[in-house]
Each structure stands twice: as C-alpha cells, then as structure tokens.
C-alpha cells in the first residue's frame, strides 16, 4: 500500500516571501508520480505541479517548485513570492504508474499567506 | 479502520441503469465532500454535507446526479440512468470540521466506476 504524509497540518507566510511545504511518501514501487494539488474556497482540486519519479530534474511551474528526493521518499513544495491568492488548502498525492487515476493524497496543509 | 470506507471498490454496470455509491466517513466527522476523477484529469468537485445539509450541489454535472446523507454519517452519491461518460473515479473526503476550511480531508481509496 502507498501512504502519503503531510506533518504540517498548518504553515502561514508573509507575501512576497518564501515556504516549503512538506510531504513524504512510503511505496515499493520504482515507477510513480507525484502530485501537488491546491484546494481553494471553491474546493474545486487544482493540480500546481506534477513530478514523474523517474526523472531526476525537480518539476518548476513559474512560482511553484519541487525538491523531490526519491531515496527518501520526499517531495516538498516551495513556493516563491508568496501571493495572497496562494491561501488555500495544499494536497500531495501519489499515483503508481499506469494504474488509472487511482491516486493517494496527503492530509493536506493550510496555507495562509498574510498581507 | 479509522479511515474513509467507500464501497464498492469497482463498479461496472450497464448504459441506462442507476448506481448508488457509499461513502463512510470517519466517525466524527462533520463535513463530507464528493469528487469526481476522469482519466487522465484532477479531481473535480462535486458537493459537499456539513451534517445532514447539503451545502453545495453546484458541482453536480445534471440532475441524474444526486448526494445524500441522511443521518450526518454515510452518504450515497446516486446516477440514475448512466451514460459512458460517467465513467470515472468517485472519492469521498471527510474533514474534522464544518466547511473543511480549517481542517485536513481524509480521502477514501474511491470507487471506479465503468459504465459499459
């Protein structure tokens, strides 16, 4: 079974600065991806990044960048030059390789981001 | 266990028939939420119970779709007369809290379900 662990419940930043959201994983598989998604009021499930295990580069998308260490099954999300529309509620998931959509999330972390 | 319990696991039913979806969330919790995941998409928001109140239906594609939870606990998300483009993976999410705004989902492993 995989699993997917967000340790911080709750992270707030000041705008136009930095924070590092954190997420580990725990899987037996070689071939997987990762996925950070953003949950805003709307609770519609918006994917920011995504990252394939097999490549070694960290995913980047403009503000939003990844540290993925696939030995220690860890991929945090940084995002730079925090903006208040960045508040919302933060999701990692997990999905096997060719394995149709079935994707494991994280408990989530609360991000605010203060003016 | 102590985690979202959605049944069945696997669904596949024919063109025209109706599908009735359980979602069990965790004991306590007073916000649930319905999404739907299509091949190859993220997931898509559905609706959500705070309790027994439906707050939000907005995400219902049309009227075959419907969400219940009757007692605040288990839900039921019903497709009456399906059609092949329902076919999707369907999760449940439950938080601690009303709205969900300041507390974590849980999400259930779904239910994927293929309409032939």
């Known amino acids: 079974a995989q699993t997917v662990t967000q340790s911080q419940p709750e992270m707030s930043v000041q705008e136009a600065e930095t924070v590092t959201l954190s997420c580990t994983y725990d899987t037996s598989e070689n071939n997987y991806y990762l996925f950070w998604y953003k949950q805003p009021p709307s609770r519609q499930m918006i994917l920011v990044i995504r990252q394939e295990a097999y490549k070694q580069q960290n995913a980047t998308e403009n503000r939003f960048s990844v540290n993925f260490q696939k030995a220690a099954k860890s991929f945090s999300l940084k995002i730079s030059d925090s903006q208040l529309g960045d508040t919302a509620m933060y999701f990692c998931?997990?999905?096997?390789?060719?394995?149709?959509?079935?994707?494991?999330f994280g408990a989530g972390t609360r991000l605010t981001v203060k003016p | 266990g102590a985690g979202v319990s959605q049944s069945p696991r696997y669904k596949v039913t024919k063109r025209g028939q109706d599908v009735a979806l359980r979602c069990d969330p965790i004991s306590g919790h007073v916000s649930l939420y319905w999404y739907r995941q299509a091949l190859g998409q993220g997931p898509e928001f559905l609706t959500y119970?705070?309790?027994?109140?439906?707050?939000?239906k907005s995400g219902l594609p049309n009227d075959r779709f419907s969400a219940e939870r009757p007692e605040g606990s288990i839900s039921t998300l019903t497709i009456q007369r399906t059609e092949q483009r329902d076919s999707a993976m369907y999760r449940c999410?439950?938080?601690?809290?009303?709205?969900?705004?300041?507390?974590?989902?849980?999400f259930g492993n779904g239910t994927r379900l293929t309409v032939t």
């Open positions: 119970f705070n309790y027994e109140a439906q707050q939000d």
């Open positions: 999410a439950s938080s601690l809290e009303a709205g969900g705004d300041n507390s974590p989902l849980h």
């Open positions: 998931a997990f999905m096997k390789q060719n394995n149709n959509n079935d994707m494991r």
